[in-house]
Structures are given as structure tokens and as C-alpha cells.
């Protein structure tokens, strides 16, 4: 079974949906109005069990994910264009794809404005002047703003795992001990 279609499919369906939105608001003049609609549907999505099971869930039939969708949308005061997509997402039965079309925006409102996202992987949290630091050491090396999506991995030990673009650097104690015992392996 080739499970990389589905993935394939539901990314192809979300960068058509992004484009539209996108163009749509900036022909609008609301691109800022979108960033925000995606940080709120995201902090949403991320809170509630049952919005995630809403967009997931073969259970809800069209009208009530449009209604749902509709209600949504007014509680959040988000944008006209927001609300709509949500609503017409609903309709076709395509929510299944509303985290994937979260990322393609953000990627297209971060590429407007001459952004790129890093996602930084670190062994505890890093404090507000070490990821300031840090993006503006990445954005020296770009030459780009450069926006951090940082997380925490406590298996890492010590240092980061950043990637950028297609590059990834990882200094963390973690890998440097896995490269030793690979050359202890070699050795002996």
C-alpha cells in the first residue's frame, strides 16, 4: 500500500485551496487579516479535540461541517474570505485538508513578506535573546527574515537541530554520540 498518495493528494488539494485564498485576500488588501485568521484557526485546532474531530470525522454530514463552519467563523470574527473558504471547505467535503492548507498559507504569507521558517529542534526551550540570536544569525546567512518554529526534544541531550529550506544543520549531542559509536562500530 502506498500510503505517500493520500499525503500527495490532500497536500495537491490544500495548495490549490492556499492559492485562491491567498490571491483573493491579497487582490483584497486583507492579507493581514489572513495571517491572523490562520494563527487563530490554528491555536483552535490545537485546543479543541472536537473542532479536530469535526473536520476529520465521515459522522458530520455537509450541512452541520457548514454550519459548524459558519458558526465558527462568526464566534472567531474572522475574515469574510476565512469564513467563506471554511464554509465552501465544509460543502465539498474537503476539511480534512484544513491543516495542510494552515501550513501552504503561512508558507505564502511568509514568502510575501520575504520571510523563511526555520524549524529549530532544541534539548529544553530556548530563551527570547537565544532565538533572537539565532534568527538573526540565520537570516545573515540567507539573507532573508528568517521566522523560527521552535520545539523541544529532550532526547537531543544538548544543541539544536535546525532546518532551513531543503538544508539541515544538526549539532546536537545526540547525533555526535551516534556518529562515535558508528566509527566505534568501524573500528573494531
Do not use: C, W
Not at 88 to 115: D, N, S, T, Y
Not at 148 to 165: F, Q, T, W, Y
Amino acid at each position: 500500500m502506498d500510503v505517500s498518495e493520500p499525503a500527495s493528494i490532500s497536500t495537491g488539494i490544500a495548495a490549490r485551496y492556499a492559492t485562491a485564498v491567498f490571491d483573493l485576500a491579497a487582490s483584497e488588501g486583507a492579507l493581514k487579516a489572513l495571517e491572523s485568521d490562520v494563527a487563530a484557526i490554528e491555536a483552535a485546532l490545537d485546543a479543541s479535540a472536537d473542532l479536530r474531530d469535526v473536520i476529520v470525522s465521515p459522522l458530520y454530514g455537509r450541512d452541520m461541517t457548514e454550519a459548524a463552519m459558519g458558526k465558527l467563523a462568526a464566534a472567531m470574527k474572522l475574515n469574510p474570505i476565512t469564513g467563506n473558504t471554511l464554509r465552501l471547505m465544509a460543502q465539498k467535503r474537503r476539511l480534512f485538508v484544513l491543516p495542510a492548507l494552515l501550513r501552504a498559507l503561512r508558507a505564502k504569507i511568509a514568502a510575501h513578506k520575504g520571510e523563511i521558517t526555520a524549524d529549530v529542534v532544541s534539548a529544553k526551550a530556548l530563551t527570547k535573546t537565544q532565538a533572537d540570536k539565532l534568527a538573526k544569525v540565520l537570516a545573515a546567512s540567507v539573507g532573508r527574515d528568517v521566522k523560527l518554529n521552535a520545539s523541544v526534544d529532550e532526547s537531543l541531550i544538548g544543541g539544536l537541530v535546525v532546518k532551513l529550506g531543503s538544508t539541515m544543520i544538526d549539532t546536537s549531542v545526540k547525533a555526535k554520540l551516534n556518529a562515535l559509536q558508528n566509527t566505534m562500530k568501524e573500528v573494531g
